[in-house]
């Protein structure tokens, strides 16, 4: 979960260096993107987890 965050993180950096005027808009965007898609995956693992 942390790993996925810490790539999009780095992802929206990347973005917001490359075509952005210094503001963080891709970072925040991207860390929200990653933080939805590592709750999504968690949650998908969870409910196969069988008592």
Known sequence: ????????????KW???NYND????YVI???LL???IS???VLKQ???IKY
């Open 1 to 12: 979960m942390g790993i996925t965050i810490y790539l999009f993180v780095l992802l929206g």
């Open 22 to 25: 210094g503001d963080k808009l």
């Open 29 to 31: 965007i991207m860390t």
């Open 39 to 41: 709750l999504y995956a």
């Open 15 to 17: 973005l917001d260096s």
């Open 34 to 36: 990653g933080v939805a």
């Open 46 to 48: 969870v409910n196969r």
